[in-house]
């Protein structure tokens, strides 16, 4: 069981949007620790999606945001493309176990 | 641009010491803190520990016991040491820059550890 709860499983139609949802608790998001996106894809490096809670890294396009509040954190993604199929996964630091933690991960699918 | 590339064997008996390798080219491995996080199959990422480059560590305490980083700074190499491995241990091992409060950022491409007789 992950620290960070995320849905399993999302989807949408191509041109939709859609968004993730990654709920902590008191030692983790709620103590003000920062969330953390990436993109997983098969045999692929994991992608740095989203940092710092809403901030995109250079090269990841506009039609991804992030945001925070209290205990919770998201992911939207508008405008769906087929090639956006792939596992997204949150990230924060978790003071009672001093290190990082990730969601479960849910699995995108473009329909 | 920094890249990071996993290597290791591929398979590992029960009860022996998982022990691979995380090479850093085209930057500098210095004044960065390193990860290793790793995905069981059909399971969720877990990250396993961090390194820097000072020599300074913190480990998921779930597995604490058994892990151990190393740094080679001449070969821009990160090392990695699971001992006591059992079938829970087979995974993807992945490593990546940890940037702290700018993410992890970049990461390798993985390689699968399966731990069998």
């Known amino acids: 069981q992950s620290v960070l709860t995320q849905p399993p499983s999302v989807s949408g139609a191509p041109g939709q949007r859609v968004t993730i949802s990654c709920t902590g608790s008191r030692s983790n998001l709620g103590a003000g620790y920062d969330v953390h996106w990436y993109q997983l894809l098969p045999k692929t490096a994991p992608k740095l999606l989203i940092y710092g809670n809403s901030n995109r890294p250079s090269g990841v396009p506009d039609r991804f945001s992030g945001s925070r509040s209290g205990t919770s954190a998201s992911l939207a993604i508008t405008g769906l493309q087929a090639e956006d199929e792939a596992d997204f996964y949150c990230q924060s630091y978790d003071s009672s176990l001093s290190g990082w933690v990730f969601g479960g991960g849910t699995r995108l699918t473009v329909l | 641009q920094v890249q990071l590339e996993e290597s290791g064997p591929g398979l590992v008996k029960p009860s022996e010491t998982l022990a691979l390798t995380c090479t850093v080219s085209?930057?500098?491995?210095?004044?960065?803190?390193w990860s290793w996080v790793r995905q069981p199959a059909g399971k969720g990422l877990e990250w396993i520990g961090r390194?820097?480059?000072?020599?300074?560590?913190d480990y998921n305490p779930s597995l604490k016991s058994r892990v151990t980083m190393s740094i080679d700074k001449s070969k821009n190499q990160l090392s990695l040491s699971l001992t006591s491995v059992t079938t829970a241990d087979t995974a993807i091992y992945y490593c990546?820059?940890?940037?702290?409060?700018?993410?992890?950022?970049?990461w390798g491409q993985g390689t699968l550890v399966t731990v069998s007789s």
């Open positions: 990546a820059r940890d940037r702290g409060s700018v993410g992890f950022d970049p």
């Open positions: 085209g930057g500098s491995i210095t004044s960065y803190f």
């Open positions: 390194m820097y480059t000072s020599g300074t560590t």
